[in-house]
């Protein structure tokens, strides 16, 4: 039994859109920092991004995940106007990525996955030279990022190991004060305590202030410990979206051993996703409305009923290490 998975729009904020938050360029009323229309993107004949609906809550530390190739880079130049897309639209801070992408770079603070520097500079100088392009550069908070990061200020910037480069990119992208951040694999390439440093930190203090941080990132544990929201997408598309403890209340195995087959008219329920044989008994994955599903087993004879809570990973591998056929998106309810 294969039936469709839920793409989750409904957004609402856990850690909550500031509404004291006022952006430059847009409205306090706007309690979105990012949203795409249909955004896609083609390259030759492939599609990176299709039909690409995403809403980033102001305020949210939003995790797009996926698998390689799955078009979260493609997504993030679209949004920073690094290259344009080939269907729909998007905005950014309220301003519209094809018309206004210069404004949106000067206002976002951001890193790529291969970020582009000068070699010959050293770190000092590269700061300095960053500081006098931007009108809000934040020196205290360069000194402290700096300090807490260990980067030598008179290495050229040639020099600096992987890790270190990326440090550099960060603290370049925090020191004009963005009200949003956009990271393409922010800890690729940090050792294990400088990425968890790097998390709870940088990421947690950014939280504090109301900022919205938009990253993507294959590292789902991390991913589950600091956002409050996550899109999966796959192979372009977007398959999953919404506050992480929505999907996660919403997002639910049941193990069942029941007395007979179990009954067709559950199968065909819109929220059983998968109905897996499991030794005697059942293995079914439930989206949405989970608890009509759970009442309605509840009912039927059984001799084993088991409601099993699914992690940011678990969730993850059911819906992009599931089969094909299992993958049909649809619209939310
Ligand atoms: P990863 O996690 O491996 O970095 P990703 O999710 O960021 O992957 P993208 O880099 O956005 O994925 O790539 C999405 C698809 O678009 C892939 O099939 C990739 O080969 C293709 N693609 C990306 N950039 C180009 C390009 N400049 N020319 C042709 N195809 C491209």
């Not at 700096?146 to 370049?172: N, Y």
């Not at 294959?218 to 796959?234: A, K």
Request: aromatic share 6%; net charge neutral.
């Amino acid at each position: 039994m294969m039936a469709q998975v839920r793409v989750n729009r409904d957004i609402n904020s856990r850690a909550g859109a500031h509404p004291d938050r006022v952006f430059q360029g847009h409205s306090p009323a706007q309690d979105i920092a990012i949203e795409t229309r249909n955004l896609g993107r083609m390259f030759g004949d492939v599609q990176a991004v299709v039909d690409l609906n995403l809403s980033v809550p102001a305020g949210s530390i939003f995790g797009l995940i996926g698998p390689n190739g799955a078009g979260k880079t493609t997504t993030i130049k679209m949004l920073l106007g690094l290259i344009q897309p080939t269907a729909g639209g998007a905005s950014v801070l309220g301003r519209d990525i094809l018309t206004d992408s210069l404004w949106i770079r000067s206002r976002v603070g951001y890193v790529m996955e291969t970020q582009a520097m000068y070699g010959y500079l050293t770190v000092g100088e590269t700061l300095s030279f960053c500081r006098r392009l931007y009108p809000r550069w934040n020196d205290e908070l360069v000194r402290g990022y700096c300090k807490s990061f260990g980067l030598p200020l008179e290495r050229k910037v040639g020099k600096l190991s992987k890790g270190m480069k990326t440090q550099l990119a960060l603290i370049l992208a925090l020191g004009p004060d963005p009200d949003l951040l956009i990271l393409d694999e922010p800890t690729s390439g940090l050792d294990p305590v400088r990425r968890h440093e790097f998390l709870t930190t940088v990421i947690g203090e950014i939280a504090g202030t109301g900022k919205t941080v938009f990253l993507s990132s294959h590292q789902l544990s991390e991913v589950e410990r600091v956002c409050d929201h996550i899109g999966i997408i796959n192979r372009g598309t977007l398959i999953l979206s919404g506050s992480l403890d929505q999907i996660k209340a919403q997002e639910k195995k049941v193990r069942i051993i029941t007395q007979g087959a179990l009954p067709e008219e559950i199968m065909r329920m819109p929220q059983v996703r998968k109905v897996e044989p499991e030794g005697a008994g059942y293995l079914i994955s439930i989206s949405g409305a989970v608890d009509a599903v759970i009442d309605r087993l509840r009912a039927l004879p059984h001799s084993f009923l088991e409601t099993i809570d699914m992690n940011l990973e678990e969730i993850f591998m059911d819906y992009v290490g599931a089969p094909d056929s299992c993958k049909t998106p649809r619209e939310g309810e």
